[in-house]
């Protein structure tokens, strides 16, 4: 069986002190909860910190980024080795606020992935179309490219055990979620998708999480859908008690 991930992207956000204020509230308050994987991602410079607090807790540690190459002559990029070391297990790729300020093609995303998987550490794989391309009917097109672009060459084993975020970049930080409808049409497409590409199972495997303005008060609604297995939450991850009640929703 499937564990749901609840996943908080805590973007450019928080000081070291401010992220361990927090990460120290989370882990007293759902130190209890097994039926959920936590994963924070806090800022780069964070992670080290917010590590030293969750050794030996419920919580997992990620980035929000990594550079596929791992050492070198790469000023100002963080290597997946570095992320490893400090205490990572899982990278967001691809994001769609790095595919939209940082030009992060669908070939730089597949090239992190691999760089990931080269560490140990899980990729959390971004896709997700703008509104402009949601309106003239080319969601399902967009998907499909983010996808068999940003995956190309991966094994079977790579394909089951990374994990996607399906996040419309119309619904991130806008307050707007997609439906749970809209949500799980697009959830079940990429698992159609993934049957074309690898198998059955590898589909039914695969965790698909939702991002978009997610909060309490509509994750039970998103949660009921088949296909979706957890979310990636930004916005509601930055307070204690939002993301506590997300957590807990699962026990
Ligand atoms: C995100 O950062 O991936 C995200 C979905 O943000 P928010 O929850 O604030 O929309």
Redesign the pocket.
């Known amino acids: 069986m499937k564990k749901p991930l609840m996943a908080g ?1 805590w ?1 450019m956000n928080k000081t070291v002190s401010e992220s361990v204020e927090l990460i120290k509230i989370l882990k007293n308050m759902v130190h209890y909860v097994t039926n959920v994987e936590i994963l924070v991602c806090p800022a780069f410079t964070a992670l080290y910190a917010v590590n030293n607090e969750i050794k030996g807790s419920n919580i997992n540690l990620g980035s929000q980024n990594l550079f596929w190459e791992l050492k070198g002559a790469f000023t100002g990029e963080i290597s997946p080795t570095m992320i490893k070391d400090i205490g990572c297990s899982y990278a967001i790729i691809g ?1 769609s606020e790095r595919r939209q300020y940082f030009v992060e093609t669908n070939e730089i995303v597949n090239r992190k992935t691999k760089a990931a998987f080269s560490t140990t550490i899980t990729p959390i794989v971004c896709v997700g179309e703008t509104l402009k391309e949601r309106e003239s009917n080319m969601t399902s097109k967009v998907i499909e490219k983010q996808i068999r672009e940003s995956l190309f060459g991966l094994t079977l084993g790579q394909a089951s055990s990374l994990v996607i975020a399906y ?1 419309p970049v119309w ?3 806008t307050g707007k979620t997609a439906s749970p409808d809209q949500a799980q049409q697009i959830h079940h497409f990429i698992r159609k998708i993934y049957e074309q590409m690898y198998s059955k199972d590898v589909a039914y495997e695969v965790r698909i999480l939702y ?4 909060s309490p008060d509509n994750i039970s609604d998103l949660m009921k859908k088949p296909d979706i297995d957890g979310g ?5 991850s930055l307070e204690a008690e939002s993301f506590i009640k997300l957590i807990r929703f699962f026990e």
């Open positions: 992207n973007k994001h996040e619904a991130i930080g991002g978009g303005s997610v990636l939450v930004g916005g509601a």
